[in-house]
């Protein structure tokens, strides 16, 4: 019960357009969400959370939405820019500190 | 921003063979963890640690593994023995604590272990 699906595996998106990145989870207990974009030969780093007391929020230009009773959760790029192309990771973990990754979403912006 | 630290970015080791990763954290923090990356895959659990205890662990910490913090020093890893499907770039993060915002985890810039 710890799986964390995320999809697509691979997005390519016109630059100037928005993307979005879907995951969901089992584990019920899960209430912190956080996003972390990694760049080629990086360490992950953290773009935006959140936690399970909201719905909703936005940081600029990224937006994530959770819904915990589907128990999904989305990151939303809006006016999306080539600096945004990265490999993205959702994630999951309840009170136990146990962040569980998802598989990834490799997102190309077009010029 | 907070830094974690890890030496040596690359280590490349025969099969077989004892290898420890080293990992210097955000000096506050007292939650850490490792992770297990294949090129391009997904950031795969291994372990988290807190006041001198592994908390939780997966599947694939294997018996081989083990990770240790003495006297505040360096996290670490250790594979004893390697094989060859422990080649992989291995994360380490910390967090400052759980709950309240303070569950943020910091990576450092991974470890590239290959196993000959």
């Known amino acids: 019960g710890e799986q964390v699906e995320q999809l697509p595996s691979i997005l390519r998106v016109q630059e100037g357009s928005s993307a979005s990145i879907n995951c969901s989870y089992e584990?019920?207990?899960?209430?912190?969400f956080p996003w972390y974009k990694q760049e080629p030969g990086e360490n992950p780093k953290l773009i935006i959370d959140?936690?399970?007391?909201?719905e909703r929020k936005q940081i600029q230009e990224l937006i994530v939405l959770l819904d915990k009773k589907a128990k999904r959760f989305s990151l939303h790029i809006t006016d999306t820019q080539p600096g945004d192309s990265a490999m993205y990771f959702c994630?999951?973990?309840?009170?136990?500190?146990?962040?569980?990754f998802g598989t990834g979403t490799r997102l190309q912006v077009l010029p | 921003g907070p830094k974690v630290l890890q030496i040596p970015s690359h280590q490349i080791i025969d099969m077989g063979q004892m290898v420890t990763l080293n990992c210097d954290p955000v000096?506050?923090?007292?939650?850490f963890y490792w992770y297990k990356q294949i090129l391009g895959q997904q950031m795969e659990f291994l372990v988290n640690?807190?006041?001198?205890?592994?908390m939780e662990k997966s599947k694939l910490f294997k018996d081989q593994f083990s990770v240790e913090r003495p006297d505040g020093s360096y996290f670490t890893l250790k594979i004893q023995p390697t094989a060859l499907e422990d080649s992989a770039v291995y994360f380490c993060?910390?967090?400052?604590?759980w709950g309240g915002g303070a569950e943020t985890l910091y990576f450092g810039s991974g470890t590239r272990l290959t196993v000959l």
């Open positions: 000096s506050n923090h007292l939650y």
């Open positions: 994630a999951a973990a309840s009170n136990t500190n146990k962040v569980v």
């Open positions: 993060a910390s967090s400052l604590g």
């Open positions: 584990d019920s207990a899960s209430n912190y």
């Open positions: 640690f807190y006041n001198g205890k592994v």
């Open positions: 959140i936690r399970s007391n909201m």
